[in-house]
Every structure is written in C-alpha cells, then in structure tokens.
C-alpha cells in the first residue's frame, strides 16, 4: 500500500480498498453458490450416480456378479433338481449362498477354471 499524503493519494488508496472489496465479495458469493450446489443432496447422489456409470471396471463388476449369481442357481438346480425334501432344500440354498459368494470373491480363477472345463467338454463332443 502506498504512503497517503494528500486528498488525491487518499482517494486512490480509497477507490483501491473498495474495488479490493469488490473482488473479494464476488469471490465469496461464487464460492457460496458452488458450496451450495455440492452440499445438495440430489446434486450429491447424480455426481455418484456419474461417478458409478463412468467408472472402467463397472462392466466387469457387473458380469463377474451376474456369473456368480448364475454358477449359484446352477449349483441349486443341480443339488436339489425337483425334488421335495425341505432338508435338502436348504442344503441346496445353503450351497448356493456360499458358491455364489466364493465365485464373486474369485472371480477371475473361477471364469479361468470354468473356460477351460467347457473347452476340454466340447473337445470330447466333436465328432472324430
């Protein structure tokens, strides 16, 4: 700031705090406006919502989770078939909750294991 000697230094020294003032309350009011916006909640949840579809692993998250929940019901088809006995019933779900939670977890060896057990079966369908 500069040493005020007389009227016209005081002036320009006055003009100066004020545009200052200004500046600084513009800044404010931009920085309350974007505060509100990001503290709301729906804009909270469609950032989310962004943030999940845009992400570059959600198509193998979702794949992995539908091929846990199908080797799942496969295993509980084959477990109980059509039968009736509810104490084999819950041993199938039983089964079923763990094959499906094993597989979510092991994604990776359990598509792995699966391709190459597929490959050997159809290997031994083809006609010599």
Same mark, same amino acid.
């Given at each position: ?75 509980? +088809?084959? =477990?109980?078939?059509?039968? /009736?006995?509810?104490? $084999?019933?819950?041993?199938? #779900? !039983?089964?079923? %909750?763990?094959? +499906?939670? =094993?597989?979510?977890?092991? /994604?990776?060896?359990? $598509?792995?294991?699966?391709? #190459? !057990?597929?490959? %050997?079966?159809?290997?031994? =369908?083809?006609?010599?």
């Amino acid at each position: 700031m500069q040493v005020i000697k007389d009227n016209k230094s005081l002036a320009a020294a006055i003009a100066e705090l004020e545009n200052a003032k200004k500046c600084e309350g513009i800044l404010l009011r931009k920085h309350f406006e974007f505060t509100v916006h990001s503290l709301n909640p729906i804009n909270m949840v469609k950032e989310k919502f962004n943030e999940t579809i845009n992400s570059p692993d959600l198509k193998g998250k979702i794949l992995g989770t539908a091929f846990s929940l199908a080797s799942g019901y496969f295993t509980n +088809s084959l =477990l109980v078939g059509s039968s /009736t006995n509810p104490l $084999k019933r819950m041993l199938a #779900s !039983f089964v079923q %909750n763990k094959v +499906s939670s =094993l597989s979510s977890v092991n /994604t990776e060896e359990v $598509k792995e294991k699966s391709i #190459s !057990f597929l490959s %050997n079966s159809l290997q031994k =369908l083809k006609i010599k």
